[in-house]
């Protein structure tokens, strides 16, 4: 029989995330090595990788982090909500962040292509993702920089790591940029705006909407020398809608974004929105 014990088998399941009968097996090969026990578990799990790649990762978690005036964050991905909510899997999470704050970057290839302990990225998630069992990808990267960054994180279920993530970035710095840094971002994650201000639209889009409007608006029998008027109002209410200075502000819905931002004497300069499995 084994030299082990449940003790040893709950110390071992917490270090590996792995499941009882996986680790109890182990135990049994290793002889109730611990260490030997997790290779074991190590090279099992990368065994299945290649019959995992095509599985679907639709749960995952956001982790975000803020270094003087920039901001980092990250989507991973796994194919279960128990294991987005396991302690190895949010320490693979927050190994990825720690790489893209490493790396200062907000590019995915080349966060999956840096160094982690002598090996790329993307074969340590590999590996991690192995002891789980799971298939576990990093979806994104976002880098933003700024006079004030705010990194926000909000869970959609409290028996889950947070599922939505913001960062966004204004010009000046001060208390009273942090206070409308962190407001917007708030918001951000409640509103999903598209694009930070008009200019980012694409053209093309807004002169499709525009042509919708204004068919319409004839197709409704408006008169003809209303439809400018009536096309700039549809166009300016879809903007509304798409662009985070032009919507209304979620905590003061008198106040646009915009105007916000002016009253805290700042403006916006970048923004990234993550929801998992979006």
Do not use: W
Request: charged share 30%; with cysteine.
């Amino acid at each position: 029989m084994a030299n082990y014990t449940a003790a040893d088998i709950k110390a071992l399941r917490e270090r590996t995330g792995a499941g009882m009968m996986d680790v109890k097996k182990a135990l049994d090969e290793a002889n109730g090595d611990a260490e030997k026990a997790i290779e074991i578990i190590r090279i099992k799990g990368l065994k299945g990788a290649t019959k995992r790649e095509g599985r679907s990762t639709a749960e995952g978690l956001v982790a975000a982090k803020v270094v003087g005036n920039v901001g980092y964050m990250v989507e991973v991905n796994c194919e279960t909500d128990f294991v987005a909510k396991s302690d190895k899997f949010i320490s693979i999470a927050d190994k990825v962040l720690a790489a893209a704050v490493a790396a200062n970057t907000g590019d995915l290839e080349t966060l999956l292509a840096a160094d982690v302990d002598g090996k790329p990225l993307s074969e340590v998630v590999v590996e991690e993702g192995a002891v789980l069992g799971e298939k576990v990808a990093v979806r994104r990267v976002a880098r933003v920089e700024g006079g004030t960054v705010d990194a926000y994180l909000h869970k959609t279920s409290k028996d889950l790591p947070a599922q939505v993530g913001v960062l966004f970035a204004v010009s000046g710095t001060g208390e009273a940029a942090e206070t409308a840094a962190h407001d917007v971002a708030v918001h951000v994650a409640a509103m999903a705006p598209n694009y930070l201000t008009r200019e980012d639209v694409p053209a093309e889009l807004v002169d499709n909407e525009r042509r919708i409007a204004e068919e319409t608006a004839k197709a409704e029998g408006k008169p003809e020398a209303a439809l400018p008027k009536i096309v700039e109002g549809r166009v300016t209410g879809f903007f509304k809608g798409e662009v985070l200075v032009d919507q209304a502000f979620a905590k003061d819905a008198k106040k646009t974004v915009g105007a916000v931002l002016e009253e805290a004497g700042v403006q916006a300069v970048a923004v990234a929105r993550f929801r998992v499995g979006s």
